[in-house]
């Protein structure tokens, strides 16, 4: 898996819908298409996509093929938003410390409830 592929992947927004629904639990083709409300070949090439960049796998029960997300790829995404998600808390930290004082220095103003 590439990590061109992995973002041109989750870049749809129907794909992130699958995504989304996978990650409930495996299910079949059929309740992906009735569930995004695409076409059958439309869903299967989204599903394509998404095999290929190694985010689902899979397999064969009976007549029916059922998908389940692959949960290295997101890992692997996880750890490199890390250092992302760690700057944003510290500007949400910082925002919050900020309200704190403007609400506290305020004595017209209420103080919040929990």
């Not at 009735?34 to 985010?55: D, I, M, N, W």
């Not at 760690?86 to 220095?105: F, H, P, Q």
């Not at 103003?109 to 929990?114: G, L, T, V, Y």
Request: glycine share 4%; proline share 9%.
């Amino acid at each position: 898996m590439s990590d061109a592929a992995l973002w041109t992947a989750l870049a749809d927004p129907h794909r992130r819908a699958i995504v989304a629904l996978l990650l409930e639990r495996p299910r079949p083709v059929g309740e992906i298409v009735e569930a995004c409300g695409l076409s059958q070949p439309s869903t299967s090439k989204h599903l394509k996509v998404l095999r290929e960049a190694g985010l689902v796998r899979v397999r064969q029960d009976a007549q029916r093929r059922v998908y389940a997300l692959d949960p290295a790829p997101i890992a692997e995404l996880d750890a490199w938003l890390a250092p992302y998600r760690a700057l944003w808390n510290r500007s949400l930290d910082a925002l919050g410390r900020r309200l704190d004082e403007t609400t506290s220095d305020d004595p017209e103003e209420p103080a919040p409830k929990d």
